[in-house]
């Protein structure tokens, strides 16, 4: 079956509006500065806190 009458593109967006994309929460990393997720480590420098520090190996291109 077909609709009887025709939704405008008003209607069908003020339904949809809250099937938008939330916002990603980035904090500063303490130590560099830089944007990182919260609860996770610093893609930058590999802090995590001050007990805990990763170490970040880096690649040879050889």
Do not use: F, Q, W
């Given at each position: 079956?077909?609709?009887?009458?025709?939704m405008?593109?008003?209607?069908?967006?003020t339904?949809?509006?809250?099937?938008r994309?939330?916002d990603?929460?980035?904090?500063?990393?303490?130590?560099?500065?830089?944007?990182?997720?919260p609860?996770a480590?610093c893609?930058?420098?590999?802090?995590?806190?001050p007990?805990?520090?990763l170490?970040l190996?880096?690649?040879?291109?050889?």
């Amino acid at each position: 079956m077909l609709p009887v009458k025709k939704m405008s593109k008003s209607r069908t967006r003020t339904r949809r509006s809250h099937h938008r994309l939330s916002d990603v929460n980035y904090s500063v990393c303490k130590k560099c500065s830089s944007a990182k997720l919260p609860h996770a480590a610093c893609d930058n420098c590999g802090y995590v806190n001050p007990k805990i520090t990763l170490d970040l190996a880096k690649e040879d291109d050889s």
